[in-house]
């Protein structure tokens, strides 16, 4: 189903303020909260849905994306596609982040200062790091502000001077016919300042590139497509501007026994068809590194769910977790010996409707049902 307009489901308009948004918010909320709709399934995802959106738009930079990019700006791997691996960079998407964060904007034509690129990383972790939250050291190869010229891209003791095609505006007008056309100056290519004698170590671009390792606060319950934004860790500005961001794109990769859903987590276990029959018990594990025993009472069925609670993930910023749910299914016993082929047979004829109520129930019914066909 596709996924409906966030500002749709709070029922407010696209320049509501946040005041409108948080009472269009709580009115909802309590409408589908699921305390006041006890197994409603349906209230329970407009609950869900309700709260997304507000996430989203209450948080000025994630509702700006929103704007802008639709629900594409939260999805995994949203811009550029591609598996995402530790050390991926991409920074195609500098130039969107730059418009839209727009720091430092203009500043090019007056004094040729220039923003720099805004850099992406993609950072996969394991769910028990996602549980756990982890510092990760990421090595970033990232241009810096040249040391030796200080950023300007002149030789030390030397400084750029000021452009004299242009006068430092970094644009040229030209008379042409009845129209005055302004183009970029041609002698500075719009710095509005030209280098005479070049920084030898950046060749006169005013950033070098480095590799940095920056350590990167991963909280634990952390949810799977969060973007982390580390200000001014972006590429190195130029002639003096400021540096751009970087994003870390963070995914988990997905687990071999858990799926999540929030803080929630689900496990389905096979267990044997006598430990269904007679009762028993198993472990499982979790990310705590324990595990919980989970006791099968006598007759469980397929589909049968067991919470174990508060095994789930951390919610974030809060000291709660979520709850674990294991499903069970009943495995049919295949490869039967001859002895043990012998002892569900005696079994099956001693069995009655009492040992097989569903099946027993459900086959009577069709028997009716086919009976009622001949009248
Ligand atoms: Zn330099
Ligand atoms: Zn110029």
Redesign the pocket.
């Known amino acids: 189903m596709a996924k409906r307009d966030f500002y749709e489901v709070l029922g407010v308009a696209k320049d509501a303020d946040e005041k409108a948004l948080k009472s269009a918010y709580r009115k909802m909320a309590m409408q589908y909260h699921p305390d006041r709709n006890p197994g409603n399934a349906e209230a329970e995802a407009s609950f869900k849905e309700v709260n997304e959106a507000y996430d989203t738009l209450k948080d000025a930079q994630k509702r700006a994306a929103y704007d802008r990019f639709g629900h594409a700006a939260f999805e995994n791997g949203g811009f550029g596609g591609g598996g995402a691996r530790n050390g991926d960079f991409h920074s195609t998407m500098s130039d969107i982040f730059e418009e839209f964060f727009g720091m430092g904007g203009g500043g090019r034509r007056s004094n040729g200062r220039e923003r720099g690129a805004d850099l992406r990383y993609n950072l996969e972790i394991t769910l028990e790091e996602a549980f756990e939250g982890k510092t990760v050291e990421i090595e970033v190869p990232t241009s810096v502000t040249?040391e030796?010229?200080t950023?300007?891209?002149a030789k030390p003791g030397t400084s750029p001077a000021t452009c004299r095609t242009c006068g430092g505006a970094g644009r040229v007008r030209a008379a042409q016919g009845f129209f005055t056309l302004e183009r970029t100056c041609p002698t500075c290519q719009g710095k509005g300042q030209v280098i005479a004698d070049p920084?030898s170590?950046?060749g006169?671009?005013?950033r070098?590139t480095q590799e940095r390792t920056l350590s990167v606060n991963i909280p634990s319950g952390i949810e799977d497509g969060t973007r982390i934004r580390l200000a001014g860790e972006g590429e190195a500005g130029l002639r003096g501007g400021p540096s751009g961001d970087l994003y870390i794109f963070l995914s988990i990769r997905p687990h071999e026994f858990f799926q999540r859903e929030g803080a929630d987590l689900y496990c389905r276990v096979p267990i044997s068809m006598t430990t269904a029959a007679l009762g028993g018990q198993f472990d499982v594990p979790t990310l705590e590194g324990v595990t919980s025993r989970v006791k099968v009472p006598e007759g469980t069925q397929t589909g049968k769910q067991f919470r174990l609670k508060g095994k789930g993930m951390p919610v974030m910023r809060s000291v709660q977790h979520g709850d674990m749910y294991i499903q069970v299914t009943v495995e049919t016993p295949t490869n039967l010996t001859k002895r043990q082929r012998e002892l569900l047979t005696e079994f099956e004829q001693g069995a009655s409707g009492e040992n097989h109520p569903e099946s027993s129930g459900f086959f009577s019914r069709v028997k009716d049902f086919i009976d009622n066909l001949g009248n």
């Open positions: 040249c030796a010229c950023g300007s891209g920084c170590v950046c006169g671009v005013g070098t």
